[in-house]
């Protein structure tokens, strides 16, 4: 790639492979550098779970992707510098799940990613 090509992020082709569990296609989205946090109620906000780099990142999508359960993301926003969507998760046990994720891009690339997710109780 040259220093004069712009490249833009796919947002809906990567909420299409969320929802269809396409690993590959995530991972391939994401900077070799790129970090996320993920907030929950295991990993409140005073510490949480982050993942540096594309081999953390790929242990957690592909194991995200690799579970039986139902992936449908909601509203979406993109531009140059960033992206959010709400994704909906569903297992077959009906236990849900909601997710909240906010990327910051570099490059057309994913550079951080912040997940805040609430899971049903048991």
Same mark, same amino acid.
């Given at each position: 790639?040259?220093?004069?090509?712009?490249?833009?992020?796919?947002?809906?082709?990567?909420?299409?492979? &969320?929802?269809?569990? =396409?690993?590959?296609?995530?991972?391939?989205?994401?900077? !070799? =550098?790129?970090? &996320?946090?993920?907030?929950?109620?295991?990993? !409140?906000?005073?510490a949480?779970?982050?993942?540096?780099?594309? =081999?953390?990142?790929a242990?957690?999508?592909?194991?995200?992707?690799?579970?039986?359960?139902?992936?449908? &993301?909601? @509203?979406?926003?993109v531009?140059? @510098?960033?992206?959010?969507?709400?994704?909906?998760?569903?297992? !077959?046990?009906?236990?849900? &799940?909601?997710?909240?994720?906010?990327?910051?891009?570099a490059?057309?690339?994913?550079?951080?990613q912040?997940?805040?997710?609430?899971?049903?109780?048991?």
């Amino acid at each position: 790639m040259s220093a004069n090509t712009l490249t833009t992020f796919d947002l809906a082709r990567f909420c299409q492979a &969320v929802e269809g569990r =396409d690993s590959e296609t995530q991972l391939a989205m994401y900077a !070799p =550098d790129a970090t &996320v946090t993920i907030v929950d109620r295991l990993t !409140p906000p005073g510490a949480p779970r982050v993942l540096s780099g594309r =081999d953390q990142i790929a242990s957690w999508v592909e194991d995200v992707s690799g579970r039986e359960m139902s992936h449908a &993301v909601g @509203h979406g926003v993109v531009d140059e @510098h960033g992206a959010a969507f709400s994704e909906a998760c569903r297992y !077959p046990n009906g236990t849900n &799940v909601m997710c909240m994720t906010v990327l910051r891009l570099a490059d057309g690339r994913i550079a951080e990613q912040t997940v805040l997710q609430a899971w049903d109780e048991s």
